[in-house]
């Protein structure tokens, strides 16, 4: 990490409040007079609900309503696609899903009650592998899927699909393939894991004497979920209010509607302040995860190392509902994107999300770039042995430079993939080395992450007080990026005053007109150009009151990348895996706040690391094993290897500001950069991940290579 | 159960049924700085001190409690504020949930007397493996403990 940390003031407006536990996050809200929720679920993953028996639970004190599907509006919710209901009706389709809820003056009582509620559900036939659910013969998650308000699926396409995004001409990929010197296919799989926020998904509904609805909850899209929220439950514009409240950590997990809807129609039910808080282990095994996915990569090459083509085809298990997921394909960027970052002559992409019978997916960090990416890098190292090429070689002479139209046809200003390479193999040369243990082998891997970003639509209010300083109100919540700080900081630098004289403050839905959310890498980006556009309006005010910006940042997207390399040691005997260091070298333009900036590039590495060797949900026929986040294996400090940075400054930026992103940069090459790295060990390819002691045994024990490495 | 305690210095006389959780009393009086994050002991987030030593609040019966100093975040940030501007100073969180955890597991190994040996990144990262951070990747509250420990 870069030095000298502790020598330069702090710039987090936030920083001693969270150091001193002040800050307030959603649970830290109590309401006199709240009612508590908590959920029955099912416990099954596909099922018809013979009977609910309630009386018992009905006998508790203090409990005020056990309510089924009929009690509530018969209403479904969703982020595009409306396919989710409040509680299951009828059926249910995941282990996990709402069969009923208590509402009860006490939390204890109402999980007392929910623990005596009698459900009785008849299994049906369940489908939990993403290609098993795609057989003609496969069990239909749902009856007609098409017919979803949002839906992106037709009647003629096979019933289990959430989205389908084909791309590319498969024709003359396969032709230039089977044309190509040296080509490999492989499969890459990975598991589900969680975001891994610390803080479990809650919300407090308070009803208002005018009949409407204030909101507290981890949502790091306030206004998104303002319009889900009315949209299912038939709000008109006013009846629902967002209120700030910090998250506790998001990743993606957070922009999902999760127990939102839920919690507004028991308080509009109720007219009383409802409080939901999720059990840690309901968070884990009931809320949106990330994709398991099954990706097949052929990728060819020319006997000079010029790449010829490339096929990638992914299946995403996306759960038994499509609600939690926002874009406009209902797909996954991450994998749209997947030619990207490198000069394909042909290429082809198929990326089909598909209902199963598990805890419905939404996002995490980089939404299926993770699988997408450790399946690409994993394939160009496969494919440089098989050609004899040295890995970084192949990848230099490939990736996109400045001016080259990327897989899509877009030309881009700058693409600084190749230099972004040559920065991270020249710090290994001179990184210093890592004690490797006696008897272990020691190897390096590289992977690559070309991630294009760009501003999106916000709006600010700048308010002057007569001492000089200022308050800005901002529509997203601290997530715990720094996103704050860096309005503060942009700001304080475009209206040429001391960054101490602005305070940022999120404000509720109703204070200003919108914003799409935390999420896609575009924050700092368009925080920047609605920052200038906030300072303009402010410069040719007359300075007497408020000014106001609704920014539609119209600017052509850049190219960030990420080029990662793993240093691992593997005990040959055991398999086990050290990750010694991750070097990541990281394409930036202008850097507004080094200590954050440098906190995104660590936790990326960190998080990429987790994925790479230890997190695995364990979902196995439908249920969620990693239940608590010790199963769950995330890292601790005493897991985490040694962390070196090095950034590439003064790249092409967007705005005035010249700032691009970093925030989902160096979590998804790591898991590739990894397994490339095992590879270069031991001589053994593990293509689903994590990449733990027992596979890379397991591989070593089938391969001749094994023999040799013993 | 009637018992008596010391909560951030203070003495307490209390008549509460003994299996209610420290973090549930801690809460109830309204000391929301000790979080409930997986309500299992494994990820530090409701790490408050018992008598010095770091216990997870959220698996502490009150009944164990009679005649133990209690001290969360909001005790330490009277009595330690060095403690607190090494955090701010080293910008030792982002989101934020698991700093004052984090905070109580640093205030742990200084009481511990660490810092001895020769490897104290060693030693910090073992005191801190009872806090889970998703956020930061660990470096800053590293240097914020080594920070710390020198002032």
């Not at chain 2, 408050?48 to 959220?58: E, H, M």
């Not at chain 2, 190994?109 to 040996?117: D, E, N, P, V």
């Amino acid at each position: 990490m870069s030095q000298a940390t502790a020598e330069r003031p702090a710039s987090r407006g936030d920083a001693r409040a969270k150091a001193t536990g002040a800050t307030l996050y959603t649970a830290d809200f109590d309401h006199s007079g709240a009612l508590h929720v908590a959920v029955v679920r099912s416990d099954v993953p596909s099922g018809k609900i013979a009977s609910v028996d309630r009386s018992a639970a009905e006998a508790v004190p203090g409990v005020v309503g056990v309510l089924l599907a009929d009690d509530l509006p018969g209403v479904l919710c969703g982020r595009r696609v409306r396919d989710m209901p409040l509680i299951a009706r009828g059926v249910v389709r995941y282990a996990g899903e709402r069969v009923a809820v208590v509402v009860a003056d006490t939390r204890a009582a109402a999980e007392t009650a929910a623990s005596l509620v009698e459900v009785d559900i008849t299994e049906l036939p369940a489908v939990f592998d993403p290609v098993d659910a795609l057989d003609e013969a496969a069990p239909r998650v749902h009856e007609a899927p098409w017919s979803y308000p949002g839906a992106v699926v037709t009647e003629v396409m096979h019933p289990n699909l959430q989205s389908l995004v084909e791309a590319g001409d498969p024709d003359a990929t396969a032709k230039r393939l089977a044309e190509s010197a040296f080509s490999v296919e492989a499969t890459y799989t990975i598991p589900s894991t969680k975001q891994g926020y610390l803080e479990p998904q809650a919300w407090l509904a308070v009803p208002q004497s005018d009949g409407s609805i204030r909101l507290r909850g981890t949502t790091k899209s306030p206004y998104r979920l303002r319009e889900q929220v009315s949209t299912c439950l038939g709000l008109s514009p006013g009846e629902l209010e967002v209120e700030p409240t910090p998250l506790g950590g998001d990743f993606g997990g957070k922009g999902a509607p999760g127990d939102a809807p839920l919690c507004v129609a028991l308080a509009r039910r109720f007219r009383r302040p409802v409080r939901l808080v999720l059990r840690s282990a309901e968070d884990l095994t009931a809320t949106d995860a990330r994709h398991p996915a099954r990706v097949t990569v052929r990728i060819g090459c020319d006997p000079d190392g010029r790449l010829t083509a490339m096929s990638f085809d992914a299946v995403f298990a996306g759960g038994a509902y499509a609600s939690h997921k926002p874009g406009v394909t209902v797909n996954l960027h991450g994998a749209v994107e997947a030619a990207l970052g490198y000069k394909l002559p042909a290429w082809s992409t198929r990326s089909r999300v598909v209902y199963t019978n598990t805890v419905p997916k939404g996002h995490m960090r980089a939404p299926g770039a993770t699988a997408s990416v450790f399946a690409v890098e994993s394939a160009l190292d496969e494919l440089a042995a098989r050609a004899g090429i040295d890995p970084a070689a192949l990848r230099a002479a490939n990736l996109l430079g400045d001016g080259d139209r990327d897989a899509y046809g877009h030309s881009w200003e700058q693409a600084r993939g190749a230099q972004t390479l040559e920065a991270a193999l020249a710090a290994l040369v001179t990184s210093a080395s890592v004690p490797v243990p006696a008897g272990w082998s020691s190897g390096t891997g590289i992977a690559v992450y070309c991630r294009p970003t760009s501003a999106a639509s916000t709006s600010l209010r700048l308010i002057p007080a007569s001492d000089g300083s200022f308050v800005v109100e901002v529509p997203i919540p601290e997530t715990g990026t720094g996103n704050h700080m860096v309005v503060r900081e942009l700001l304080a630098r475009a209206l040429g005053v001391s960054a101490d004289l602005v305070e940022v403050r999120q404000v509720a839905t109703s204070q200003l007109p919108g914003d799409p959310g935390v999420g896609g890498s575009r924050v700092t980006v368009g925080m920047a150009v609605a920052v200038e556009e906030l300072a303009r309006r402010w410069a040719a005010s007359e300075h007497d009151g408020a000014v106001e910006v609704e920014s539609k940042a119209s600017y052509p997207p850049v190219l960030s990348y990420a080029a990662q390399i793993a240093r691992v040691a593997v005990d040959p005997d055991t398999g086990q895996v050290k990750v010694l260091e991750l070097l990541s070298a990281v394409d930036v333009a202008r850097v507004v706040n080094p200590v954050a900036h440098q906190l995104q590039i660590d936790g990326g590495a960190v998080m990429g690391f987790g994925s790479a060797v230890m997190e695995d949900s364990l979902e196995q026929d439908g249920l969620v094993w990693a239940a608590n986040l010790g199963e769950l294996k995330l890292p601790c400090a005493a897991d985490v290897p040694r962390l070196t940075t090095i950034l590439l400054e003064g790249g092409l930026g967007i705005g005035d500001a010249n700032v691009k992103s970093v925030g989902e940069l160096t979590n998804v090459a790591v898991p590739a950069a990894v397994a490339n790295a095992v590879a270069n060990a031991v001589g053994v390819r593990v293509r689903d991940l994590p990449v733990s002691a027992e596979k890379v045994w397991h591989a070593l024990q089938a391969s001749e290579s094994g023999k040799v490495a013993r | 159960m009637r018992l008596e305690l010391t909560l951030n210095g203070s003495p307490v006389d209390l008549d509460e049924d003994p299996t209610a959780t420290l973090l549930d009393w801690l809460r109830s009086l309204g000391l929301t700085g000790t979080k409930e994050g997986c309500g299992i002991g494994v990820c530090g987030a409701c790490t408050v001190l018992g008598d010095g030593r770091p216990i997870s609040a959220c698996l502490t019966l009150i009944g164990t409690l009679d005649g133990v100093s209690v001290l969360t975040v909001e005790g330490v940030a009277q009595s330690e504020p060095t403690l607190v501007e090494a955090f701010v100073d080293c910008e030792a969180m982002q989101c934020g949930i698991c700093t004052p955890g984090h905070v109580m597991a640093a205030a742990a190994a200084k009481l511990a007397g660490i810092g001895a040996s020769a490897d104290v990144d060693s030693e910090i990262r073992y005191w801190l493996e009872g806090n889970l951070c998703r956020c930061t990747g660990y470096e800053t509250i590293v240097a914020a403990l080594r920070s710390y420990l020198e002032r």
